[in-house]
C-alpha cells in the first residue's frame, strides 16, 4: 500500500494547501485604498495631497483602467499632465513612527498602460513617470524626508517595490507623490496598491525551486552597502550586491548589508532543486527509448508509490534510484506520488504509460 504519511499529506493539501497567513505591523491604515471606484474619489482615510488640480481617482473601471486589484477591490491612480496637474495623497498616521528607528515600505505599482483619455481630453497618459514617498511630522507640502523613490515606474502588471529608511525626526505624515521626473513624456499614470509601512526585521526567508543546473542571480532587494553573503558553508564579506549560482543541491543562502540610510538588512533563501518527473513513459512500445520513470534532479533520498486508479498501489520504494521500468502494466493513465526525505517535499501527479 502507498505510505500512510504521502496520503495524510495529500489529503491535507487538497484542503490547506492555499491558506498562508502572514501576520506583521503596519502604520497605513486602508494600504490597499479601499472605497467606492470613480473619478476624483479618494479612499477613506486618505486624502488629495499637493499637486495642482489635484483629483486622484479610485480604480479599476475608469478612463480603461482595468487592473484587477492586488488586494482587496480597489487602488488609486495618480497622474501628471502637459497642463501642469500633478496628483498626490496623503495620510496623517494613527501611530507615529519614533524617530532613529528603520522601517520597510513594501508597495505594489504598475504604470497605467491603457490609461488613456483621448477623445475627450487631448492626453494620452499611458506613460511612466516616479512616486516619491514622504513623510513628515507636521503637515506640508513637497518638504520632509523621502522615505522610498521608485523611478520610472513601467511595468504594465503589478510589481512589489521595496525601500528601507531611518526616520530622522518623528513621522506623523506619509504622501505619495507622482511626478514626471525624467520622463520623455508629458503624460503619465500610475496605479497603486497594497501599501505596508513596518518595523523594518529580518525579510522572512524565501523558499525558492530550481531546475538542476538552472543559472540564477540573487540581488539584494533594496541598495545599500557592505553586503555579507553565506552561500552554504561560503562566507563573502564586503562584496557584491548579487551573486550567480548554478542550482545543483539544496542550499542555504544567508545575506546582510547595510541600506543608503544605514539601517541592517538580513535576507535569507532556501533554495531547492526541483525535480522534473516526466507525465508520459513509453515502455510498450518496443524501441526501448523513454522506458524508465527518470526523474530529473533526483538529489535526495525519495521515496516513490505508484497506483492505479483505483488506488492499489503497483510500486513502492523508499530509496527510488530512477530505475522503474514497468513493461508489465497495460498502457493508461497511473497516479504517482514522491516524497523528497532530506527536505520533506511532496509531490503528486498522473502518469501516462504506452
Request: glycine letters at 8%.
Amino acid at each position: 500500500m502507498i505510505s500512510s504519511t504521502l496520503k495524510y499529506v495529500f489529503l491535507f493539501s487538497l484542503f490547506f494547501g492555499l491558506i498562508n497567513s502572514t501576520f506583521s505591523q503596519n502604520f497605513i491604515t486602508n494600504p490597499s485604498f479601499e472605497g467606492p471606484d470613480g473619478i476624483e474619489l479618494i479612499p477613506s482615510d486618505w486624502f488629495a495631497g499637493c499637486g495642482v488640480l489635484n483629483t486622484p481617482d479610485t480604480q479599476p473601471g475608469w478612463w480603461n483602467v482595468e487592473n484587477k486589484p492586488k488586494d482587496g477591490n480597489g487602488y488609486i491612480n495618480l497622474l501628471y499632465k502637459e497642463d501642469g496637474t500633478t496628483e498626490s495623497v496623503y495620510q496623517k498616521l494613527a501611530k507615529p513612527l519614533p524617530a532613529g528607528s528603520c522601517f520597510l515600505i513594501e508597495i505594489y505599482l504598475a504604470q497605467a498602460c491603457q490609461d488613456s483619455i483621448s477623445g475627450l481630453y487631448p492626453y494620452d497618459l499611458n506613460h511612466p513617470g516616479d512616486l516619491i514617498i514622504r513623510g513628515s511630522e507636521t503637515y506640508g507640502c513637497g518638504n520632509g524626508q523621502i522615505l522610498g523613490y521608485f523611478e520610472e515606474v513601467k511595468n504594465c502588471k503589478w510589481r512589489k517595490y521595496s525601500a528601507v529608511f531611518q526616520a530622522w525626526t518623528e513621522i506623523n505624515y506619509v504622501y505619495l507623490e507622482f511626478s514626471k521626473g525624467y520622463s520623455i513624456f508629458l503624460n503619465g499614470s500610475i496605479l497603486i496598491d497594497h501599501f505596508v509601512l513596518d518595523f523594518l526585521d529580518p525579510y522572512p526567508q524565501q523558499n525558492l525551486s530550481y531546475a538542476y543546473g538552472e543559472d540564477i542571480t540573487l540581488q539584494a532587494i533594496i541598495p545599500g552597502n557592505y553586503f555579507t553573503w553565506q552561500i552554504g558553508d561560503v562566507y563573502l564579506e564586503n562584496d557584491s550586491s548579487f551573486q550567480h549560482l548554478t542550482i545543483t543541491e539544496n542550499i542555504f543562502v544567508d545575506l546582510n548589508y547595510w541600506s543608503d540610510d544605514s539601517c541592517l538588512v538580513f535576507e535569507s533563501y532556501m533554495l531547492y532543486v526541483q525535480p522534473t518527473i516526466p507525465n508520459i513513459i513509453t515502455p510498450n512500445d518496443n524501441n526501448s527509448i523513454n522506458d524508465i520513470f527518470f526523474i530529473k534532479g533526483l538529489i535526495e533520498t525519495a521515496e516513490l508509490s505508484i497506483l492505479n486508479r483505483w488506488g492499489e498501489t503497483l510500486f513502492l520504494s523508499s530509496d527510488y534510484q530512477n530505475d522503474w521500468e514497468p513493461h508489465d502494466l497495460i498502457s493508461g493513465v497511473y497516479f504517482y506520488g514522491l516524497h523528497l526525505k532530506e527536505s520533506d517535499r511532496y509531490f503528486y501527479g498522473f502518469l501516462t504509460i504506452q
